[in-house]
């Protein structure tokens, strides 16, 4: 998923969900399955996701084993970052929030396209 629209959506999920997106979050975590094999580890930057998505994502995901941040960006699996978007994503479309590039990128990801 691109960066921009990543951005796009966890802005609209904060402006939508308010502090109800921590609970999202958490079942989008709860939610997932990592699949077996190298996973590459990525960074979710503050100026990306927005100060309020940042800061539950801060506080929501696992540091288990996680390099050092100084507090700009959070350490993220690709398979996690990539959930994480796409159920935030998903509950948006479900709820009539998210506007018709972000609806159209869904139902790419279906698509598998």
Not at 34 to 45: A, E, K, Q, S, Y
Not at 83 to 89: E, F, P
Request: aromatic share 6%.
């Amino acid at each position: 998923m691109k960066v921009e629209q990543e951005t796009q959506i966890w802005h609209c999920a904060a402006a939508h969900y308010g502090d109800s997106l921590i609970s999202i979050v958490n079942g989008a975590l709860k939610s997932f399955r990592r699949v077996p094999g190298l996973d590459v580890l990525t960074r979710i930057h503050k100026v990306d996701v927005g100060a309020a998505a940042f800061t539950i994502l801060d506080l929501a995901i696992p540091k288990t084993g996680m390099p050092w941040s100084d507090g700009s960006f959070i350490h993220a699996r690709e398979q996690l970052r990539s959930h994480l978007s796409r159920y935030v994503l998903k509950r948006l479309v479900d709820d009539n929030a998210a506007p018709p590039e972000l609806r159209d990128r869904l139902l790419a990801i279906d698509l598998g396209l």
